[in-house]
């Protein structure tokens, strides 16, 4: 049952999250409306990009570790800032010590290297974990257009697309491995 006064529509592409009191991750919203029935308490989750979306997962799961290759954006959330592109894709590798990830959210910059995330992102997550990609196939932004060592890596898995109605072609996608 998805509780329809717990996302708060805002301007342009930014909703709120009623039970948290804080703004929802910037993904699309029919997504949104099916991550708010999962249960999340327990997770251990890594993000590929940090920002807004961080502190949202920091009060809905367990544990969260973001990169980013912003140096503010990862300031700002208390991210692992790595702006070497074998560092930023290996980041949740070096995390891993402790036990592997529930899931794994692919939304960084820059968005050419979001592709190669899953290579990395499936040697540090659970069987039955989720992966997450925001933006995915989106080709009004360069280099999103195709991801063609994602769509070959998970093509065995179950697969859901979330293409947000109000934009021409926005989509939020997961796989559970």
Known sequence: ????ERI???DNWLSFDNQCSIQFPWYTRPFLKELITWDT??????EYGA??????WRK????????????EWAKRVNAIYMKDKVGFLSAPLALIADGLFD????????VEWRD????????AIKPNGIIIADNYEQATVQGLGSWPETNELLKTCKKQVFKEPKHQDWKTAFWLL
């Open 1 to 4: 049952m998805v509780d329809k």
């Open 8 to 10: 708060v529509e805002l």
């Open 41 to 46: 308490k327990q997770w251990k989750v890594f």
């Open 51 to 56: 920002g807004n979306s961080t502190a949202w």
């Open 60 to 71: 809905n799961a367990q544990v969260v570790h973001s990169v980013d290759s912003n140096s």
């Open 103 to 110: 899931c794994i959210i692919i939304d960084g910059e820059p």
């Open 116 to 123: 190669e995330c899953t290579k990395y992102a499936l040697q």
